[in-house]
């Protein structure tokens, strides 16, 4: 069944930057909320270490902008960084008002310190689920709205570009409904806030959905992409045989956490001068580096130390943690946790300006799947939830100020696809697995000209192959994991491009051919356009912003 409605205002993505803005945008027009799965499956609510956030006046504000700027290794758009920092406060209030509870002390809030940061400033949720609690207020605030409207279970499968501009988009609920619907959703705005694409990578500290669905659409629809090379690797996953990446937050560092090598000895103090607080591209290329044997493929075993942390019960603390550790017997007092990196947050997405606007007019981003240059080459710890607040935010009111008429109502002459057989999903899993493989060994911490073209090999073989795959289904056949699929392999491509343009070191992106910072030259973002199908190499641009 296909069919065709009007809206307001599109938002895709129900995570801490969607939400915000669909709170907005509701005060003014009817708004449709879309999610691949429930409202509460995003990272957002994945989100343990906090939330950052200067409360404390124009001096605190200050140092927060500092902090940011030095972490994001001179790349940081200051007046985008100064527009967080600055608003992050207000919004943080404004969350609290709205029912969000973190924890407090002697009726304060409780505030912990976490890398790079200059003081303590990092507000949590019950212990180490911020995200989770963020996801929860700004869902029920949202859900009083009777404005708002949600489509759950809901895969978007294209933008509809029509006189330059965003005009609607394709929506498939094929998951929990006896029949597949195809729905044309018109709008005077599309806002992309589905987050980011760790899924992209074997090693991942991201929920499923996490595919870069979002940033995909919008590179195939026209518009620019930037900085997709900067990935950050979380430095402390859970690396356990059989068991999720799950994250180990920063806070843990910030409690009093040390790092030691296979030999028991702590190695920080030769990368750092702030050891376990430095800026996690640091932090995460000395894990990799420790754990690197003498033989080629050898690993060895680097492990997070709690032990002779005093004062604090951690079981109370990081709750979370130490349920899913206890599972494996393990325990942050008692044992040795055994860590390695793993793909966390793109610095890199969608380009748009201050307040949201993507280069493609009727369309707008915020939180993980934008890039204004906010976090530059390295994000600090704990800026993204407050990015989605800040963002979100902004980009609702360019949305409203804007005031584009209503998409036209477009002929909709889609058929909703069939299903695949088990055989056709077997296949398409193989695919997906063999580029995640082929990212991690050849985009990950530490990348040089020659993997990175094994990379691009990689990843056109991929993108064939899904072409051949979907030759192999005949007419009119489709699922939501096809579509991850293509948005995965088009953002693999964005990433590999981007990492070989950028002929230096810099934050998340490291080259070991090319390992020095080069300011004379690329003291600048770079620009991703696709202008044709999604495994051609097409060229990267520079700009200084």
């Not at 927060?64 to 992050?88: I, K, S």
């Not at 705005?189 to 996490?210: E, I």
């Not at 040390?258 to 591209?281: C, K, Q, S, T, V």
């Amino acid at each position: 069944m296909a069919v065709s409605s009007q809206v307001d205002f599109l938002v895709i993505g129900a995570g801490v930057a969607g939400l915000r803005a669909a709170v907005e945008l509701a005060r003014h027009g009817e708004v449709l909320v879309v999610t691949k799965e429930s409202v509460a499956e995003s990272n957002t609510h994945y989100a343990q270490g906090g939330i950052a956030v200067a409360m404390e006046g124009d001096a605190d504000v200050a140092l927060h902008l500092d902090d940011t700027v030095n972490a994001g290794d001179g790349l940081v758009y200051r007046p985008a960084a100064q527009a967080l920092v600055a608003e992050g406060p207000v919004r943080v209030a404004e969350l609290i008002e709205w029912g969000a509870a973190f924890d407090s002390e002697a009726g304060e809030l409780l505030r912990t310190r976490e890398g790079a940061h200059s003081l303590p400033r990092i507000l949590h949720a019950n212990g180490d689920a911020t995200g989770a609690e963020i996801s929860r207020s700004l869902a029920a605030f949202a859900r009083v709205h009777k404005r708002i409207r949600f489509a759950e279970w809901t895969t978007v499968t294209g933008l509809v570009v029509a006189d330059g501009r965003v005009i609607a988009a394709d929506l498939l609920n094929c998951e929990r409904r006896p029949q597949r619907v195809l729905e044309r959703v018109s709008a005077r705005a599309v806002l992309v806030a589905a987050g980011g694409a760790g899924q992209v990578y074997s090693d991942t500290t991201n929920p499923a959905v996490a595919t870069g669905d979002g940033i995909a659409l919008a590179a195939e629809a026209g518009a620019q992409l930037a900085d997709m090379e900067f990935y950050q690797f979380h430095p402390t996953a859970l690396s356990l045989p059989g068991a999720p990446r799950f994250l180990l937050s920063e806070a843990l560092r910030g409690e009093g956490a040390i790092l030691r090598n296979d030999r028991g000895e702590r190695f920080m103090e030769r990368y750092h001068p702030l050891l376990e607080l430095a800026p996690r591209d640091v932090v995460a290329r000395a894990i990799t580096r420790e754990g690197m044997g003498a033989a080629p493929g050898e690993v060895r075993v680097v492990h997070l130390d709690m032990r002779d942390v005093q004062g604090i019960d951690l079981r109370h603390r990081f709750p979370g943690i130490s349920a899913l550790l206890a599972k494996y017997g393990l325990d942050l007092g008692r044992d040795l946790i055994p860590v390695r990196p793993a793909a966390h947050y793109l610095m890199g997405g969608i380009r748009t300006d201050l307040f949201g606007r993507a280069t493609l007019p009727g369309l707008y981003a915020a939180g993980e799947a934008a890039c204004t240059g906010v976090h530059g080459a390295n994000r600090l710890a704990s800026n993204s939830l407050l990015e989605g607040l800040v963002f979100g935010a902004r980009a609702a009111q360019s949305m409203l100020d804007d005031c584009l008429p209503q998409g036209r109502d477009a002929e909709v002459s889609l058929t909703p696809p069939a299903p695949l057989t088990a055989a056709e999903q077997a296949r398409l899993e193989e695919i997906i697995t063999s580029l995640q493989a082929a990212m991690w060994a050849y985009a990950g911490l530490l990348r040089e000209e020659s993997t990175l073209r094994l990379g691009l090999a990689a990843q056109k073989a991929c993108a064939e192959a899904l072409v051949e795959l979907a030759g192999q289904f005949g007419e009119g056949k489709g699922s939501r994991r096809l579509a991850e699929a293509q948005a995965m392999s088009r953002v693999a491509h964005a990433i590999l491009a981007s990492a070989l343009a950028r002929t230096e070191s810099r934050g998340a992106h490291f080259r070991n051919d090319f390992p020095r910072r080069d300011d004379a030259n690329f003291l600048k973002h770079s620009i991703f356009q696709s202008t044709s199908s999604a495994d051609r190499e097409e060229p990267v641009a520079f700009e200084a912003w």
